[in-house]
């Protein structure tokens, strides 16, 4: 069965710490995977990935995919209280199927 | 631009009755797609329209059902309603298949 796991599924840390979120799938059809931001209600997109070994990146928050060994990790440096939220990675084959996501809380 | 739009944004109904949410995309987007998120899960995916014709479509009852308008706008349809199927619905837009989503703020709908 297809799936997709987040770990781990919450995380508090202090300011200008630096995490490190994981997301493995398994899934018949591979295309792509995204990562997203969920605050209140709108997920907001941050990344897409396709190719194995080549991050991206935008300000603090960096990404990257290994399709070999079915994973994605989400780094996120020099944490501020307003990367406070749920953090959801979804896979893409014949549809969009996305994990439980990780709540991430960020201390002053 | 308008993002994408949803309504209503908050609906209480008791069990047994219908609810009819509607999803406007993205101008330019001719995908959308429907999510059922209950609270601590993620997005459940429920069915995907590209071009008015039913692309994909999740593990939910035949109670669900939806439809795609020639001005690309949705609606999701869902009947006999049960105390479970209480969550924030989202309605996400897409320019391709796959690509990125763009989400709506969602339709939460309680079920007494």
């Known amino acids: 069965e297809d799936k997709v796991v987040q770990s781990p599924l919450s995380l508090v840390v202090h300011e200008g710490d630096t995490v490190t979120l994981n997301c493995s799938y398994e899934?018949?059809?591979?295309?792509?995977l995204l990562w997203y931001k969920q605050e209140k209600k709108a997920p907001t997109f941050l990344f897409m990935l396709?190719?194995?070994?080549i991050e991206k990146k935008s300000g603090r928050l960096s990404s990257i995919l290994d399709k070999k060994e079915l994973f994605s990790i989400l780094n996120i440096t020099a944490t501020q209280t307003g990367d406070s939220a749920v953090y959801l990675c979804a896979v893409s084959d014949h549809d969009m199927r996305f994990g439980a996501g990780t709540r991430l809380t960020v201390k002053p | 631009d308008a993002g994408v739009t949803q309504s209503p944004t908050h609906l209480i109904k008791t069990r047994g009755q219908h609810v009819t949410l509607r999803c406007s995309p993205i101008?330019?987007?001719?995908?959308v797609s429907w999510y059922q998120q209950v609270l601590g899960q993620g997005p459940q995916f429920i069915f995907q329209?590209?071009?008015?014709?039913?692309?994909g479509r999740g593990n939910f009852p035949d109670r669900f059902s939806a439809r795609q308008f020639p001005n690309y706008s949705s609606e999701l349809n869902v009947n006999a309603l049960l105390l479970g199927d209480s969550a924030l619905y989202l309605c996400?837009?897409?320019?391709?298949?796959?690509?990125?989503?763009?989400f709506g703020e969602g339709s939460r709908l309680t079920v007494l």
């Open positions: 329209y590209y071009e008015k014709e039913e692309r």
């Open positions: 101008s330019g987007h001719k995908s």
């Open positions: 899934v018949t059809n591979f295309r792509s």
């Open positions: 996400a837009s897409s320019f391709l298949i796959p690509g990125e989503l763009f």
């Open positions: 396709t190719s194995s070994g």
